[in-house]
């Protein structure tokens, strides 16, 4: 059995009907077109990620640094500030 239920001698007889109906030119063609939608497609989603990251980069703050110590532990740095609502001690 193959995919689903489909044998392999199966899917060779619908591709040689498929050959016959279009002809090999037209499957090229028809091939190279798929490709260059699919290749379209996947930089537009490219370019709309990049977009995003941008305008999300530009609208928020940067809280504090994250780097790597000397045994490899992730380390942020920031500042502590506090409101003037918190009494002192």
């Known amino acids: ?14 591709l040689v009907i498929v050959l016959l109906l279009f002809g090999g030119k037209k499957l090229r063609s028809l091939g190279g077109d798929l490709g260059s939608a699919i290749k379209g497609f996947r930089s537009s989603v490219r370019d709309g990620e ?33 409101s003037k609502s918190e009494q002192k001690i």
């Open 1 to 14: 059995m193959g995919m689903g239920g489909i044998s392999v001698w199966q899917l060779l007889i619908v």
């Open 50 to 82: 990049t977009e995003a990251s941008a305008e999300r980069s530009a609208t928020e703050q940067p809280k504090g640094q994250l780097h790597e110590d000397k045994d490899g532990a992730r380390v942020i740095d920031s500042e502590s500030t506090s």
